[in-house]
């Protein structure tokens, strides 16, 4: 069910879309919200709604205000317990993985961004089932830096560069790594909210250049952030109670769902 977007321009008014659509984009921002807070990745689903309910480039620059809320509830919330030095192995990875998803977003069509999205949600989904399956054998954190963590601090920061920027995919690639590098839960989330506010960040200046957001598409974003907050309270009190093993088969069969779709569109 997507729309035309404007002559020239790749973002949405509110003004453009369905009440139908408006609840399916509330909806995500929602998910948003909870998957800051609770089950980071789980906001695949999201950008599965976003790019079904937009132009697939428009629903990258959509969809990226709403996480950097989603993000500043997380920071608020986990904000004792990131660590630090993961973070400063991943920066220079993920700032490379990001230009080269710039590039791409400069040579590609809506058809190919839009098969791309699709393509890189299936690949998560796999991501994340082998992420369930290697997460019983952890590392040490601080000792990652130590062994062969540096090329798989680089392969995967890069990877998830590039995935955040071209889809706002790079949940499932970060969760991936830092439950394999033995992070539990709380020190998880923290590193993640604050990963992914610093990269969501510095991706705004990249996508207001490419057209993807501008004074219309935050009208939108103003309207759809208001449901980012209930989703991340309802996150904060989830997470604590969730059966997690069954929420992620959920999300990992509602990813497969919106790649599926987004591909045979």
């Known amino acids: ?11 949405m008014t509110l003004w453009n879309i369905s009440l139908w659509e408006f609840v399916a ?25 976003f790019a079904a309910v937009l132009p697939a480039k428009a629903s990258t620059g959509a969809l990226l205000p709403i996480l950097l809320v989603g993000d500043v509830l997380a920071v608020l919330t ?14 220079p990875a993920v700032a490379a993985g990001v230009v080269f998803g710039t590039l791409f977003l400069v040579w590609a069509d809506d058809g190919v961004v839009r098969t791309s999205i699709g393509a890189i949600l299936l690949f998560m989904a796999a991501v994340t089932v ?38 706002n995919a790079g949940g499932p690639v970060m969760s991936m790594y830092l439950l394999s590098a033995g992070f539990r839960k709380l020190g998880f989330l923290g590193t993640s909210a604050f990963f992914f506010f610093i990269v969501n960040l510095t991706k705004v200046p990249f996508s ?10 935050l009208l939108l974003d103003a309207a759809l952030a208001l449901f980012v907050v209930p989703g991340a309270f309802l996150g904060k009190w ?12 959920l999300v990992i069969a509602a990813t497969v769902v919106g790649g599926l779709q987004l591909l045979l569109r």
């Open 208 to 217: 207001v250049g490419l057209g993807l957001i501008d004074g219309h598409s």
């Open 130 to 167: 082998w992420r369930r399956r290697t997460a019983e054998r952890p590392d040490d954190p601080d000792a990652v830096v130590t062994r062969s963590g540096r090329v798989k601090a680089r392969s995967y920061g890069v990877l998830g560069g590039f995935t955040t920027m071209v889809a």
């Open 238 to 249: 989830a997470v604590h109670h969730i059966n997690q093993r069954l929420f992620e088969q």
């Open 25 to 49: 984009l509330a909806a995500a921002a929602l998910l948003v919200g909870f998957s800051k807070t609770a089950v980071s990745g789980a906001n695949t689903v999201s950008l599965a709604i």
């Open 78 to 91: 986990y904000r004792r317990h990131a660590h630090w030095p993961t973070l400063w192995r991943l920066f």
């Open 1 to 11: 069910m997507g729309i035309a977007s404007a002559p020239g321009m790749n973002t």
